[in-house]
């Protein structure tokens, strides 16, 4: 894929101006003496210098602790760094610091339910909750778990463990009985936060089954907070050691934040399990605050007149993300339910009535609004509407016009790219900087991105590995059970030593943006050529007949060759023109060497639980391999149509 030629969007210069990066930016001028005139030169600085910027960014951001660091870093290597050396701080106190009237949080679901929360009742609530933690005997290091919508009530359970120490860990409550346990079953937790169910496209799911098959399998669980959800009646008996949520600690309790060093963890998040058990990844507390500042205040340009929005689940590092944005004084708006069945205009909806600023989503939802025909900028005020960030997968050109022609001409499209791994971004925002269409705007503050080749040499403006040289603060402490650290290093480090790998093919421009082309572990590599998955599905994404795709690579003939998979839309089936509009498309707008060798009509494409299209458990299934990990998947029935495919016999 070339670089754009032309941008499809640059900020006014009052924007630019009135923006917090162009304030840190002379913030570092005037104490550092920093040589910084633009972006370029800022993001040089930050790595060149990390203990003049991270310190920088502390101050900035204006984080709260009452004892300072007396070493901002120690140590060059990965792992094994040290951030902050000898500060204390509490996660929980720096996103709820003053409690006054303003909203801190909007809660929306599809049924219609529409809550706010102020500041000062969201910290009563956290005090409330925080004293039934203590009373239950929960202390620093403790893992407390959420089997939660995103409502309310998960936000405040998070804040109250992080205030007391304890480690907050989530998973979506439409994750399986056996998924859950293959996640929380590592980490012990003592009290679980649970729902008795949730409504999803209209459908009810009662959840208390697998909340009694969660707590038979795991001892840890001493404790269950339920949280009436689906039904308002819900009765503590019907879970074992059950307590409901609104009697669950003491009203009134005094608020109080335990201090505690900069790398005590905070956070377990997992990756998506589908090459084996989840590995539980532990983030630290100052690591995990430090870098949703920097991401939320100076890429995002977020602060406390803004209204953030992100579509998310509790299972996916987004909903971090977005609970961050109450350290940046933002009201935070939460949405639960479904994105576009059986209203698809819902979110859009959302964001016009709660006066959204920054709406968060992903590629399939801004490809699945256009093939709908929505014009959402034709049906709701959106002028309220400054910026639009997009994650999970890379976003294609086509989606970028789609935004601009029908969303809002004057937004910043951020699309994003980096993950539960380092809790932050690698490709991020930049409201300073001019979006190109299919480009990420800029790499992160901070972060020493470089791309590689296979022997470990950069590369400048060609597909590589993409990597991170030089430590960051929320590289994670580990792996939750990995003593010996051996599973983290083989993960991370393995491949170039002292250097994070990420798995994924990018470009770095001659500009800066940064270009994604996909997973390095689903590479399609016919004759030798290395081809991102995701260069075939911006492709794809132009195709109005096709809802989503799945390109993989077959061993075949001594060779491999490449099959895509395609999910069309209701009632269309795969004939000889849409196969050869297919090709075409491919053809014309990458190489001969990227059509498909065979195209093949799929009735649905497995996906993780969080959403996420499986290229290796198809590969899996296409070579006659078992993938190791079904309970990873959200429909792993779905693997049935791809095993003894005769049209792949030849």
Same mark, same amino acid.
């Given at each position: ?181 293959? @996640? ?326 001659? @500009? ?44 075949? @003939? ?10 069309? @839309? ?81």
């Amino acid at each position: 894929m070339e670089p754009a030629a032309k941008p499809i969007w640059t900020p006014s210069p009052e924007r630019v101006r009135k923006a917090a990066l162009t304030r840190f930016s002379h913030y570092v001028q005037e104490r550092y003496k920093a040589p910084v005139h633009d972006y370029a030169s800022l993001h040089h600085w930050s790595v060149e210098f990390p203990e003049h910027f991270w310190n920088a960014v502390w101050d900035f951001c204006e984080i709260r602790c009452s004892q300072n660091a007396h070493q901002i870093v120690d140590g060059t290597r990965m792992p094994g760094t040290q951030w902050f050396v000898g500060a204390l701080l509490n996660y929980a106190e720096n996103l709820i610091p003053v409690g006054d009237d303003s909203i801190a949080i909007i809660f929306r679901n599809e049924s219609g339910e529409r809550r706010e929360l102020t500041r000062r009742e969201l910290r009563n609530e956290v005090a409330r909750v925080a004293a039934g933690l203590k009373a239950a005997g929960v202390k620093m290091g403790d893992r407390v778990a959420g089997y939660l919508p995103n409502i309310p009530e998960t936000g405040i359970a998070m804040l109250a463990a992080t205030s007391l120490g304890a480690i907050w860990s989530s998973c979506s409550p439409d994750f399986g009985a056996s998924a859950v346990v293959d @996640r929380f079953g590592q980490i012990k937790p003592r009290v679980l936060f649970a729902t008795d169910g949730y409504q999803y496209a209209g459908k009810r799911i009662d959840c208390l089954p697998t909340v009694a098959a969660v707590c038979k399998q795991i001892s840890s669980i001493e404790r269950v907070v339920l949280v009436p959800y689906l039904n308002a009646d819900a009765k503590a008996e019907q879970v074992p050691h059950g307590v409901l949520f609104k009697l669950f600690g003491k009203a009134g309790a005094p608020l109080t934040f335990t201090q505690l060093p900069f790398e005590q963890p905070a956070f377990i998040l997992y990756s998506s399990g589908t090459t084996g058990a989840p590995k539980c990844i532990v983030h630290s507390a100052g690591g995990a605050l430090l870098q949703q500042m920097k991401e939320n205040i100076l890429h995002s340009d977020m602060g406390p007149e803004d209204r953030y929005f992100y579509f998310t689940t509790c299972g996916w590092v987004m909903w971090n993300a977005l609970a961050s944005g109450l350290a940046t004084g933002a009201t935070i708006v939460l949405f639960d339910g479904a994105p576009l069945q059986p209203d698809p205009k819902i979110l859009w909806r959302v964001a016009a009535e709660e006066r959204v600023t920054i709406f968060g989503t992903g590629p399939r939802f801004l490809t699945t609004c256009e093939q709908q025909g929505l014009r959402p900028r034709e049906e709701f005020d959106l002028s309220a509407l400054r910026t639009v960030i997009s994650t999970g997968a890379p976003l294609s050109p086509t989606s970028y016009r789609y935004v601009y022609r029908d969303v809002h001409p004057d937004v910043q499209l951020s699309s994003i790219s980096g993950g539960t791994d380092l809790m932050a971004c690698f490709g991020a925002a930049c409201p300073v900087l001019p979006v190109y269409e299919g480009e990420i705007q800029a790499l992160g503050l901070g972060m020493k991105v470089e791309i590689f080749d296979e022997a470990g040499k950069p590369l400048v403006g060609q597909q590589g590995e993409l990597v991170c040289t030089r430590p960051f603060p929320s590289v994670p402490v580990g792996f939750w059970g990995d003593t010996q650290t051996d599973r983290f290093v083989a993960t991370y480090f393995s491949r170039y030593p002292n250097v994070w790998w990420h798995g994924d093919l990018a470009t770095v421009t001659s @500009r800066g943006s940064l270009i994604v082309h996909g997973r390095s572990d689903a590479v399609l590599n016919p004759s030798g050529v290395r081809i991102g998955t995701a260069e075939l599905y911006r492709q794809l994404e132009k195709i109005e007949e096709v809802v989503e795709s799945v390109a993989i690579a077959q061993e075949y @003939r001594g060779d491999v060759r490449i099959l895509l998979f395609v999910r069309l @839309r209701d009632g269309l089936t795969l004939d000889e023109p849409l196969r050869d509009k297919i090709c075409r498309t491919i053809r014309d707008n990458t190489s001969p060497r990227h059509v498909p060798s065979k195209i093949i009509q799929a009735p649905d494409l497995p996906r993780t639980l969080n959403g996420k299209l499986v290229e290796l458990a198809i590969r899996d299934v296409v070579h006659g391999r078992v993938p190791k990990n079904l309970a990873a998947l959200a429909n792993p029935e779905a693997l049935d149509f791809f095993k003894h495919r005769p049209e792949l016999k030849d």
